[in-house]
C-alpha cells in the first residue's frame, strides 16, 4: 500500500540524519546502541538520491536547483567538518576533499544533467563518467550520484531499480568503505541502507506538505546545517559543564 507522500519520506531522512549524527557525536562506537543508531541513519542518503531523481524529473529550473544545493553545501561546509573531524582543518586541502553530503547531492544531480544533455555519446559519457568519479571527494562517495542515476534511469522499470539499487548497496559499498572499518561487524551497519526499499516502495508520489509547501521545501535545506552546528554547540556546552 503506496502512503508515504515526498514529504513524509523526506522527514524520515531527517530523523534518520539526525539519529546518526547523535550516535556518531555522543555514542560510544562498537556499543550495540551505536550500531543500531547507525544502521537507522542508513536510510537517508538512498532516500535523498531518489529525491534528486524525482526533483530532475519535475523542478522547474534545473540550474537553480543545482545552484540552490551548491549553495547550502557551502554553507553547511564548515559545520560539517567540525562535526565529522571535532577540529579545524589543518590545510585546504584537507578541507577541499572532504566535502559535505550537499555536494554529493549536487554531484548527483550535475550527473543526471549531463546524462540527459544533447553532446553526443561518447563525450557525454566520459563528461557523467569524470562527474561521477567527482564523489570520491564527497560524503558517502560514488553511492548517491550512482543511485540516483539508477533510480532516474529505471524509474519505470520498479524490479530492475531494486535490483541495481541492492547490488550497488552491497558491492559497492563493500567496495568503496571496508577497507575504514576494523572488522565485519563494525562495518555492517552500512548496509543499512538496503531498508530504503521499504519506505520507497510506499512512496505514493503525492508532494505531501500540507498547505506550507514551500516553507517545508527550505526546512530541508535549512536543517541539515542549523542541526550540525546545534550537535557542536552541545558538545562545547557539555565540554564546559563538566571540566
Known sequence: MKKLSAFTLKMIAVTAMTVDHIALVFIQPGSLLYWLMRLFG??????????????????????????????????SQPVYFLMIFGRQPTNAFEFLTNWNVMFSLAVALLSLIILKSELPETPRLILLAVCVSLGSFVDWSLMIPVWALIFYIFRDNLRMKALLFTVASVVLQTALFYKNYGSFIEFSYMYGTLLALIPLGMYSGERGGGRHKKLSRWFFYVYYPAHMATLIMAVLVGIRLFK
Open 42 to 75: 542508513r536510510l537517508t542518503a538512498p532516500i535523498m538520491a531518489f529525491f534528486i531523481a524525482e526533483g530532475f524529473q519535475h523542478t522547474r529550473s534545473r540550474k537553480r536547483y543545482l545552484l540552490r544545493l551548491v549553495a547550502f553545501a557551502l554553507i
